[in-house]
């Protein structure tokens, strides 16, 4: 996949098929959106092309910093696993913030992206003070000559699938039903840095990843998945999400200790899934009481995953 940083004279290569939205999450309401886009490209060999605007509009508009739920590396990763050719990164500042509705139409999707089909959510805005609605960009699709469809909401369980929602979920430490939202495991890719050292004090050596204050992941110890992206490899773990204050430590990052393997991962780009919440964060008096909760932590870990297996084989009787 293809991305692109909007500048002031790009222009794509071929017509194609636009999908737009912040893709926070890439969600099941996202994917459904993904999916139609990548169904029109190929019946009327168009460019399936995401837009998203960045960054998030409330920085703008309300002087917010709202918590995501994924990267950009994460967002791209998904946008590629549904087949997304290009996927365009529209800088939101104030010239765009005060284009308005018809503005936006013609520079943006029909100069700019070539657009003969666009895909909207129910409650997509877009030109000076979200004056443009999903209904008004259909109509100016009549008048300029391009398609629109308007996704409805998607629901899991009679509730609306938002990333909002998907936020809410994960502060409150419900990877399940964050989950069953997304349609995949909540997860971060990053690089490993070097961290203290103390891992290999306490007997536990842990892949260390810095992550954004922002990251909508609670603060609290996890049982993870470990991919290695440059080779697919996937392993358990068990890891620490935010800060560390026995050790007076208020970046937040992961810190991943494998289970069963040890590996020398520095330097590698992984994608760390998060699947079950263990415990909430404690700052310990030394390091034995730390060394005897990380080894409750290990063996809560493999009881996790122990019965997640057990589940599976299960089922595959049925």
């Known amino acids: 996949m293809k991305i692109s940083k909007w500048q002031s004279s790009f222009r794509l290569s071929q017509s194609s098929a636009v999908v737009i939205g912040n893709f926070d999450g890439v969600h099941r309401g996202h994917q459904t ?24 509009t409330k920085i703008l508009t309300r002087g917010e910093n709202p918590c995501v739920i994924s990267n950009l590396a994460d ?7 549904q087949q997304i050719a290009d996927w365009v990164l529209m800088s939101f500042n104030q010239k765009l913030r005060q284009t308005s509705a018809e503005d936006f139409v013609k520079r943006y999707l029909l100069a700019g992206l070539q657009a003969k089909f666009v895909i909207v959510g129910e409650d997509f805005r877009f030109g000076y003070q979200g004056q443009g ?11 300029y000559g391009f398609a629109v469809e308007i996704i409805p909401a998607v629901c899991a369980e009679n509730q609306r699938i938002s990333s909002s929602k998907i936020r809410e979920l994960l502060q409150e430490k419900n990877i399940a039903a964050a989950a069953k939202m997304l349609g995949h495991f909540p997860s971060f890719i ?30 609290g110890v996890y049982a993870l998945e470990v991919e290695i992206l440059a080779n697919g490899e996937k392993f358990h773990a068990v890891g620490n999400i935010g ?26 780009k992984l994608k760390i899934s998060v699947e079950k919440f263990l415990r909430n ?27 997640e297996s057990k589940a599976l084989t299960a089922s595959l009787e049925i």
């Not at 967002?75 to 696993?81: K, N, Q, S, T, V």
């Not at 609605?133 to 008048?143: I, N, P, R, S």
């Not at 070097?194 to 603060?219: C, E, F, M, S």
């Open 33 to 56: 959106m993904l999916v139609r886009c990548r169904e029109i490209a190929r019946e009327k060999q168009l460019l399936a092309t995401a837009v998203s605007f960045f960054p998030h």
């Open 75 to 81: 967002r791209a990763f998904y946008l590629a696993e």
């Open 133 to 143: 609605t999903a209904e008004k960009l259909a109509q100016f699709g009549e008048k």
């Open 190 to 219: 990053g690089t490993v840095k070097a961290g203290a050292g103390r891992g290999k004090k306490l007997d536990a050596r842990t892949a260390n990843l810095h992550i954004p204050q922002n990251w909508a992941v609670a603060d």
């Open 243 to 268: 800060t560390a204050p026995t050790f007076h430590s208020v970046r937040r990052k992961i810190e991943a200790h494998l289970l069963d393997v040890e590996r020398d991962l520095y330097g590698q």
């Open 281 to 307: 964060i404690v700052k310990f008096d030394n390091f034995s009481e730390l060394q005897k909760q990380i080894s409750l932590d290990i063996a809560a870990a493999r009881q996790f995953f122990d019965a």
